[in-house]
Nanobody, 114 residues
């Protein structure tokens, strides 16, 4: 059974940093596209960043230069390093894989506020 478990969310002040983790089980994360999405209250879920099996990355314009997606194949885990956080980054962040028809994690809350 494939599971994606996110962790690392929390409350941070503007300008601060957080690192989110997505631990995958039941699949080999490195051979699939892994992505981070977010959903703010009243808004649609949007792509934040993704990493392909070849290691290519893609970012939403709103996070380019601030967020970095990476992968630790030995730990079967994908990370999202978030720097220079802004209040508009506040959202529930979800991990996603294109394994089979797609799988989502349960989400982790990120709140950026002073």
């Amino acid at each position: 059974q494939v599971q994606l478990v996110e962790s690392g969310g929390g409350l941070v002040q503007p300008g601060g940093s957080l690192r989110l983790s997505c631990a995958a089980s039941g699949m080999i994360a490195s051979i699939y596209i892994m992505g981070w999405y977010r959903q703010a209250p009243g808004k649609q879920r949007e792509l934040v960043a993704l990493i392909t099996s070849g290691g290519s990355t893609n970012y939403a314009n709103s996070v380019k230069g601030r967020f970095t997606i990476s992968r630790d194949n030995a730990k079967n885990t994908v990370y999202l390093q978030m720097n220079s956080l802004k209040p508009e980054d506040t959202a529930v962040y979800y991990c996603h894989t294109n394994y089979a028809s797609g799988r989502w994690g349960q989400g982790t809350q990120v709140t950026v506020s002073s």
